[in-house]
């Protein structure tokens, strides 16, 4: 079980309160994936989950039970750090059994465990290899590794993705959720990329100055961003958004429209520019278009083999069942 309550939970360092009363459920086998810019508050939230930091007021259950004040190795959790927080020294069998050591549990068990952990990660044949003879992604694995081990309730993800190239960032995103589904062990995952968020998460917590923004679903919060903030943070690349004359025709202070709903054409259209840098990406091209009097650029997703140039003039219409309205205060219009 891992079903994880915070209720009205505050933190505060000295008189600077980071997270106001917050309210927030996660569900038993839930993948919830904490967004947002640096500095809001998500890691210092996944710590208080943790007991890495007191909390100042409010009250934190797991599966029930009151463990605010319980110790971080008594919550049945376990954490998987930005920095791998490996033993140079000590094999990765070593390494993955050190938590079960401290715990005083028998050979038996232990082997038990970290052989199956070590099959479930593709570690098998690395056991008796030490941290330095590992690459990245493989590192990352065996402190993964560290937390299964200790079979948790919930596990617990700081950003441990962040050290790694592009390209093993998206293969231990996948190895991550795929993980997820055989384990079917809630999972908290701190990050500021909104597409790990995107990719990973059953929900999106979206933070900003320890404020929750909007809790949901990744194509709930995609398609029906509470307010202006979640419109221009889910979705890469970022919801065009659009103040003045051209949104007081749709009842609105600004509307958004994604790149993926502006038509774009050379013969006529509602909105007229200049084609700018041109990002080519195969399948894709996104367009960035200035000089339309709309907002200093709008970005458009065209074919990848769209042969528009630098300087090109082009028309665009916005698809109107796609427009996202917003009122002064930034908060959506249904």
């Not at 600077?16 to 459920?25: A, G, Y």
Request: proline residues 5%.
């Amino acid at each position: 079980m891992g079903r994880i309550t915070l209720d009205k939970i505050t933190k505060s360092f000295g008189d600077v309160q980071v997270i106001p009363p917050l309210d927030l459920t996660i569900e038993d086998g839930e993948f919830v994936v904490f967004v947002g810019p640096s500095g809001c508050g998500k890691s210092t939230l996944l710590r208080l989950i943790a007991g890495l930091e007191d909390v100042s007021s409010g009250e934190i259950r797991i599966d029930g039970k009151n463990a605010t004040e319980t110790p971080p190795a008594k919550r049945g959790l376990a954490m998987v750090f930005q920095s791998y927080a490996l033993y140079p020294h000590m094999s990765v069998r070593k390494n993955i059994a050190f938590p079960l050591r401290m715990a005083g549990m028998d050979q038996k068990e232990q082997d038990r465990r970290i052989d199956n952990a070590a099959k479930v990660l593709n570690l098998s044949d690395y056991l008796d290899r030490r941290p330095g003879q590992l690459s990245g992604g493989q590192r990352q694995r065996v402190a993964i590794g560290r937390a299964i081990v200790r079979e948790p309730a919930a596990f617990l993800f700081d950003e441990p993705l962040s050290n790694l190239d592009a390209a093993l960032r998206v293969g231990m995103r996948l190895e991550i959720s795929e993980l997820h589904n055989r384990l079917e062990t809630t999972m908290i995952y701190v990050t500021h990329d909104q597409v790990e968020a995107m990719t990973m998460a059953d929900k999106i917590v979206v933070l900003r100055a320890g404020l929750i923004e909007q809790v949901g679903s990744p194509l709930d919060l995609y398609k029906h961003p509470r307010n202006l903030f979640v419109a221009g943070f889910i979705g890469s690349p970022t919801m065009n958004l659009i103040a003045g004359e051209p949104a007081r025709a749709y009842d609105a202070t600004t509307i958004g429209v994604r790149p993926e709903h502006m038509a774009l054409s050379t013969e006529s259209g509602k909105w007229t520019g200049k084609v700018g840098v041109a990002e080519h990406l195969g399948s894709d091209t996104f367009l960035h278009i200035h000089e339309t009097g709309l907002a200093e650029t709008i970005t458009v997703r065209a074919d990848g083999e769209v042969t528009l140039r630098h300087g090109d003039t082009v028309h665009l219409t916005p698809v109107e069942d796609k427009i996202h309205r917003f009122d002064g205060e930034g908060m959506r219009i249904s």
